[in-house]
């Protein structure tokens, strides 16, 4: 083959390489701009939610862990499908006139707090939306609902505790109001008070005979006589006294029976009051920062994706280029004996 030959061959190489390689990247961008075109239009609405740890006690690793374990578990409850169905139902609810639309939900915490990022994409802007914030919605109930039942668990105690405590008190309270009518009743009837100054009256008295008869007087028949009657006059009075202090003793029984029950409700109730403000101070919790935003179109970057694929289409283009040059140089060579025979 001559020099001129093989120098045309070259070029030709090159240019058909060149060829092939704008060939290529024109094929991969517009293979590229056919599979973005061809995607439905999607809607993004963003909301956020801020969450609180427990304030353990505990310091250290533990205390990190379980705190990672709860933001996971809010990531992992918000994206659940069973979420996502109430949230659905609750769309359906509110706005009955609503046509359906997939919506998927995407949470990502933002980095070095406690805020989480959660993103919406749906092909209808308003549903998107709606959708979004009924998440949200049912999120809350959903924390409120697993809030309670973890109070109410150690609460019930405490207020079973509570009503037990109210109802023996209650109950005292009763028994003295009952003692007190019923004291003041038989003091009124047998006069307390003037019994005892008779007592005392009749008792000064038969003192004073019993002095006198160790004398041996000239009366002492006539004295031993009066003596008898006033022991049993002091013994009868005696008894009317016991009688009439019994239910006063019983009202002060009562009284401190009933003071004893009040302290101790007050005392369950403060406890119970002191539960429930640890449970409210110390407990985790979760509240919406941000609402879901009006739902707007998701703008989709080209400049990357034309590049990559060009850049591509170039490069199988050079690679294939290189192939059909070789294969032409090939067979040139394989010509060139049977040119110099002749």
């Not at 239009?41 to 310091?59: E, N, T, W």
């Not at 924390?143 to 207020?159: H, M, N, P």
């Not at 006059?233 to 006294?241: K, M, P, T, V």
């Not at 019994?246 to 539960?275: C, D, I, S, V």
């Amino acid at each position: 083959m001559s020099s001129s030959s093989s120098r045309t061959i070259r070029v030709v190489c090159v240019i058909l390489t060149l060829v092939c390689m704008i060939a290529g990247g024109w094929a991969g961008i517009t293979l590229s701009a056919l599979s973005i075109t061809a995607k439905p239009q999607q809607f993004r609405s963003v909301a956020k939610l801020v969450a609180g740890g427990p304030q353990m006690d505990s310091g250290g690793m533990q205390w990190k862990e379980q705190l990672q374990d709860f933001y996971g578990t809010i990531i992992e409850t918000v994206e659940s499908p069973e979420l996502l169905r109430k949230a659905q139902e609750r769309v359906h609810a509110l706005n009955p006139d609503l046509k359906d639309s997939d919506v998927s939900i995407l949470v990502r915490q933002t980095k070095g707090s406690a805020i989480f990022n959660i993103l919406a994409t749906g092909s209808e802007p308003k549903y998107t939306q709606i959708f979004l914030n009924a998440l949200l919605d049912e999120f809350i109930a959903f924390r409120q609902i697993i809030r309670e039942q973890a109070q109410g668990k150690v609460l019930s105690t405490f207020l079973q505790e509570l009503v037990n405590k109210q109802k023996t008190m209650e109950e005292a309270l009763d028994a003295q109001q009952a003692a007190g009518r019923d004291a003041a009743t038989v003091i009124a009837k047998i006069e307390l008070e003037r019994l005892r100054e008779r007592l005392k009256t009749l008792s000064n008295e038969r003192d004073d005979l019993r002095m006198a008869l160790k004398g041996s007087p000239p009366d002492a028949a006539e004295k031993t006589a009066r003596a008898t009657v006033l022991e049993e006059e002091i013994g009868r009075i005696g008894d009317l006294i016991t009688q009439s202090e019994a239910p006063a003793a019983t009202l002060e029984a009562t009284r401190l029976r009933a003071e004893a029950a009040k302290t101790a409700y007050e005392g369950m109730f403060t406890q119970a009051e002191r539960f429930q403000a640890m449970f409210n101070t110390r407990s985790d919790y979760v509240a919406i920062q941000e609402r879901a935003s009006p739902a707007m179109e998701a703008i989709i970057d080209w400049k990357m994706p034309m590049i990559t694929a060009g850049g591509a289409g170039a490069a199988a283009g050079l690679v294939a280029g290189l192939i059909i040059s070789f294969v032409i140089s090939m067979l040139g060579r394989s010509n060139q004996p049977q040119q110099a025979v002749s």
